[in-house]
């Protein structure tokens, strides 16, 4: 299934590294910054973290919800978080169904070897659960900026 503005945001309950369960429901009523990435302490996911983390104080200010989704235990994610201080949840998706939901898992290929795996993609949710906008294919540096650039034009 193929997610398309406008469509619902599959719905989720996801552990974060603190064994806390974030539903999607929960946050109705909130703009969702949903960013799935392959795994902790790589140079790019670690540049895409550092990017929301560094922008933190400017998505916070526009009431945004910022999430990030990989298929790493929370042990990794602990790590991960404490090692670059990031002030957001990374959420623990590891059986992959919600990265599946959003379309951001499937075959991928790497230095000749193919493996199933998260693709880096972002979906900025409405507040009333509708996804507003679809990242497929980002590249990890600037996408924070970007998405900060493009909730600017949604937000009234």
């Known amino acids: 299934m193929t997610l398309n503005l406008g469509d619902a945001a599959p719905d989720f309950s996801l552990p974060d590294s603190e064994g806390n369960v974030v539903r999607l429901a929960d946050l109705k009523g909130k703009r969702v910054v949903l960013y799935f990435y392959p795994r902790d302490n790589t140079p790019g996911c670690t540049k895409e973290a550092c990017g929301f983390r560094d922008a933190y ?20 994610h602990v790590k991960f978080a404490t090692k670059y201080e990031l002030p957001f949840p990374l959420l623990t998706d590891e059986d992959a169904q ?41 590249k990890p540096e600037p996408h924070a900026a970007e998405v900060l650039e493009d909730i600017a034009a949604l937000l009234p």
Do not use: C, H, N
Request: aromatic share 12%; net charge positive; proline share 2%.
């Open 57 to 76: 104080d400017d998505y916070q200010g526009k009431d945004l919800v910022v999430l990030g989704v990989s298929t790493d235990d929370a042990k990794s």
């Open 98 to 138: 919600v990265a599946s939901a959003y379309g951001s898992y499937g075959l991928k290929k790497f230095m000749g070897k193919e493996f199933m795996g998260i693709s880096r993609s972002t979906f900025i949710i409405g507040p009333d659960g509708a996804i507003e906008k679809i990242y497929r294919k980002v």
